[in-house]
């Protein structure tokens, strides 16, 4: 057997170099696979740096209008939101409003005055411009007053000669009206009434010292239209969160009802106040009433109150007619007579049970001037304190329906026992 000769170490490293690179790909290849793509240039570079800042800076202007937007909102929010109470109710308008769940709401939203019940002659808010409310009402008074009466002269302190009369008169009255307001702005508006009145009164008299030893009655009543009244209110000051709210009114009475100078007088017994065929349903004096009323809201209950002066315009050349009781009439002439002034004040506070019911509670007081006669003031006139404890309660049936009823109790002595007031306010 031959033996295999040896290759040498050259052939060898031939060989591995000749096998190395046929397997190896080439290198222009190579170099192709493993080159950078090329970016942009610098000018691409420089036109979307430019376009990226005039949009950051539309838009920021964009975000300054937006702000300004949302700071107008926030003032007027206040005023909206009490001017739309009355049209749609604060009830419907939480309803609809999403609320968050286990969070407390935001101090704006809790400082927003709940609708209160109307227990005075002014409501709460105003009314928003293009919306017309029309509030049908009917209202019941009750008085009793006892009097006794001295005509005579005293002897000794415990004895009186003469005639002393006791009188008690009881007074029921009952107005129905209509009212009418709407808004002209959104600080101002308008509102007219129009009342029927109706008017009984029962005098039970016993004259003692005299021949006649029983009971006498003497019953008198009266209807007609009273007196219609025109007034306008204004609101002083935007108002918004825990700010107070002042409101202007001017009010302005006529005398369209019937009044003492129509109707003739009975006196039954000579120096004693005469009794009235007829009763009156207006005043018989016109007069102007301005004012200024206010509105805290502060949660969760709303303070409300406000202070009037009534001025009533003086009338001259009047007559009136009496009835000696046995058909034979008599006139005196009056030459004017002009009605005291009426200062008056009222404060209370307003409590929403719900979203639907608020009680409210607050004390209305008159103090009534004497009244002047020819120029002079009337010898046997004093002046008078009418004060009066409220009591009020509203129940929104809609957003455009609601319920107030209110009880007024007497605390003087010359103020009726009792009034009671139905309204329902409906928003066209």
Known sequence: ??????????????????????????????????????????????????????????????????????????????????????????????????????????????????????????????????????????????????????????????????????REVKRNTWTAALTARTGLTNRLEVEAKLPWVYRSDDSIRRPLASPSSNDQVFNSDGSKIGDVEFTARYQLNPGGPMEPIYVASLRFKTRTGSDQFDTTSIRVVPGFSAYQKELPTGSGFYSLQPGVTFLFPSDPVVFFGGINYQYSFKRSDLTLAEDDGNGNVSFVKVDSVQPGGVLGFNFGMGLALNDRSSFSVGYDHASVGRTRINGDPDPLGVRIQLGTLMFGYAYRFSPVRSLNVSLGVGVTRDTPDLTLTVRLPMTL
């Open 1 to 166: 057997m031959k033996k295999r000769k040896p290759r040498s170490r050259q052939t060898c490293c031939s060989a591995a170099l000749i096998t190395a690179l046929g397997c190896a790909p080439t290198l222009p290849a190579l170099a192709a696979d493993t080159a950078p793509e090329a970016g942009p240039s610098y000018g691409e570079l420089k036109q979307m740096l430019i376009e990226q800042t005039r949009r950051l800076d539309a838009l920021r202007q964009q975000m300054q209008q937006e702000e300004a937007r949302l700071n107008e909102m926030r003032r007027e929010v206040g005023l909206e939101r009490l001017g739309t109470l009355r049209a749609t109710g604060p009830g419907d308008q939480a309803a609809n409003t999403p609320q968050p769940v286990g969070q407390r709401p935001p101090e704006t939203q809790r400082s927003e005055s709940p609708p209160v019940a109307q227990i005075f002659d002014q409501p709460g808010i105003l009314t928003p411009p293009g919306t017309l409310i029309l509030e049908p009402s009917l209202q019941y008074s009750y008085a009793s007053t006892n009097r006794v009466a001295l005509v005579g002269y005293t002897v000794i302190p415990a004895l009186t000669i003469g005639l002393i009369d006791v």
